[in-house]
């Protein structure tokens, strides 16, 4: 287990120590997050007459918001990756499928060269058979 981190970070013009197993840039991400958050709401007509319980239940439902937005979008992509892997494999299976009747095709073909030159060979020699008969 790595080393718990400290970072002092700013948010709302307070300064908070925050610690844990991530990165102090991390800390200071989730601060700017929460920033980033405040000052969408400070735009908000009204936000400034709401309680600082009610603004605080505000900012929770957005993080939540976001959250489950997120873990869809995870979701989502952990959807696609599994039918990409699935659409991979069947794939990989249909190359090989198509390697192996290549190969037995390509194995077909020369025994047929091969069938193809000896049945050439007989020809001529049946031909060269017919034609000492002939001339007898």
Known sequence: MSAKNKAEVL??????TLSGYESEEYLQKVAT???????EFKKLEGYNHLS?????????????????????????VEEELTSKDKELYDLKHEVIG?????????????RLQKESTEYQKKIVKLETELDELLRK
Do not use: C, M, P
Request: aromatic share 10%; hydrophobic share 40%.
């Open 52 to 76: 600082k319980e009610t603004k605080g239940i505000l900012l929770d439902l957005n993080i939540a918001d976001d959250y489950f937005k997120a873990k869809k979008q995870v979701e989502l």
């Open 33 to 39: 997050y929460i920033n980033n958050k405040l000052a």
């Open 11 to 16: 948010i709302a013009g307070k300064i908070y």
């Open 98 to 110: 198509v390697q192996i009747r290549y190969e037995t095709a390509e194995k077909d073909l020369e």
